[in-house]
């Protein structure tokens, strides 16, 4: 009898998850709280976490061109992140001796800084890369949001609808709270047990997701638990589950893992990582260049302008990199020196 009703009820509450969820994504998801200006007190009052992860060369074409997309003009990915600095944020980061498009920089920010970040022969001695590759970094969940999800998602977690899905959703799914509250609004109401059955569910499948990808979106599987578990704090504050305090958790960062981060999360989606450079005739002919090229064509400060400023090469037949300011110059700087210490290959 026991087997019949257990066979029985998991079914139904399959049934009640996506019926539920269906429900969640199509309501109105209201404006999720700012929780951008949380945690700005330094890393003595945060749970400060080491997370064992193994870091490894990006591989493969970009995903865009794995999608069959080769004009990143038609597509919304990669260009949500927007154009405002990195929020606050209780993140530590060392400071790499490399100058500041945003502050005018060696060159200032006209001509002189074109001509700066794409001419710059300054190149860092084995010494100097292995004195910068002992540095850490401390990020909060906000920061592996930035470098992982908001270049698609965008600051808000809204996304661009059909093309990229919005994460307030599904996040307000994962909360036992809002579920009872929106369920019970809905005219449906649910207990608290059968709210953290789907609560549950809800993310272990956001869990599944981000290690196996779906049909827009790249898996994410250089993402280890502890990470997860502070994105997914981090996230969850921002859209008002109760679930969420708590002290916030910092994960410790070695300088490759922050690039690993970066140019697997966000660069990977347009550039490919091995391939032609950023030659002439490939600017002319609208080739991307590849993250192998980056450290034997550019300087690490011309890298990081680029990150900072944009390129845009649509008037020599190119296409066009936008701007990403919301991201460190120390972040920009851990990306050039993990694609030297970790060579990308197909």
Known sequence: MRVRVAAFIGPVLT??????????????????????????????DKQIVEPGNVVTPVRGPSWLKQ???????????????????????????????????????????????????????????????KKLMGEQFFLAGID?????????????????????????????GTSPAILEKRMKKLGRPIGEDLAKQLAAQA???????????????????????????????????HVGAPESQGKEILVKQSVSRVG??????????????????????????????SLASFPWEQSMQSVVWQVELGSRMMMM????????????TEEAAASYLYLMQYPPYY
């Open 67 to 129: 999608m069959g997309i080769f004009d990143i003009r038609g597509t919304a990915m990669g260009e949500m992140g927007g154009y405002d600095p990195p929020p606050p944020s209780p993140r530590k980061e060392p400071e790499f001796p490399v100058e500041t498009a945003r502050s005018g920089g060696r060159m200032g920010m006209g001509m002189g800084g074109m001509m700066g970040r794409s001419y710059s022969n300054d190149r860092l001695s084995p010494s100097e890369v």
């Open 15 to 44: 049934g009640i998850f996506i019926i539920f969820m269906a429900l969640l994504v199509s309501a109105d998801n209201g404006k999720p709280r700012d929780s951008q200006s949380a945690g700005q007190s330094g890393v003595s």
């Open 203 to 237: 993310e272990e499948s956001i869990r599944q997701r981000l290690q196996k990808g779906g049909k827009k979106m790249p898996p994410f599987r250089h993402l280890d638990r502890e990470e997860v578990n502070a994105l997914f704090k981090y996230l969850k504050a």
């Open 144 to 172: 592996l949001f930035r470098l992982n999800c908001r270049s698609c998602h965008g600051p808000n977690g809204n996304g661009a609808p059909p093309e990229i899905n919005s994460l307030i959703g599904p996040f307000q």
């Open 317 to 328: 037949g190119g296409q066009r990199m936008p701007a990403y300011p919301y991201i460190t």
């Open 260 to 289: 690993e981060h970066l140019v697997k999360g966000t660069c990977h989606i347009c550039h490919p990582a091995a391939g032609p450079g950023r030659g002439r005739m490939g600017m002319m002919q609208g080739t991307i260049p």
